[in-house]
């Protein structure tokens, strides 16, 4: 039988190189190597507060084609602002909320990013409970040794007070 006949006819069947799919590339390697993850706690003593406005200038600064994507549980004071990417403006929160703090889901993507408040009654893995920060971030392969040192460093996050707390970059993928 002809090659021809044998992937379709039509020139878009299964082609000898493995790339069934008609987009010209092998499907022998995985696509994780594309990408970097960094996982980032930021732990603290009971009640401790993540330093918004520098993480509002990391947010801010983070090179959409270096970092691709960070996800992040955290807690914050209730006095201090966050906002989402497309407003001046705080993201608000329960004004029948009385509570010192506020914990958030952030959710950064190439250069935007939105703060949504937790209900105080969700139960979070016990990774994450009751640590300031948990974060994940997917970067460009070969830009995670720059930003573990960047966050290493200090500057980005940071315990908001005087309280130093303990960050723990690891690189996971």
Do not use: C
């Amino acid at each position: 039988m002809s090659p021809t006949i044998r992937n379709g006819g039509d020139g878009h069947g299964h082609k000898e190189n493995g790339d069934s799919h008609g987009h010209g590339h092998d499907h022998s390697h995985d696509h994780q190597s594309e990408v970097e993850v960094l996982s980032v706690s930021l732990r603290g003593s009971e009640g401790a507060f993540v330093d918004a406005p520098k993480l509002m200038k990391l947010l801010e600064a983070a090179p959409k084609d270096e970092i691709y994507r960070i996800k992040s549980v955290l807690t914050t004071s209730s006095s201090v602002e966050v906002y989402n990417s497309d407003q001046t403006a705080s993201v608000l929160t329960t004004p029948s909320d009385p509570s010192p703090s506020t914990r958030y889901i952030l959710n950064w993507a190439f250069g935007r990013w939105t703060f949504t408040p937790m209900e105080k009654a969700i139960n979070e893995h016990e990774s994450s409970d009751g640590t300031p920060l948990r974060m994940t971030m997917i970067l460009a392969r070969y830009e995670s040794a720059k930003w573990k040192k960047k966050l290493e460093v200090g500057g980005l996050l940071e315990l908001d007070g005087n309280e130093l707390g303990e960050l723990t970059v690891t690189k996971i993928a």
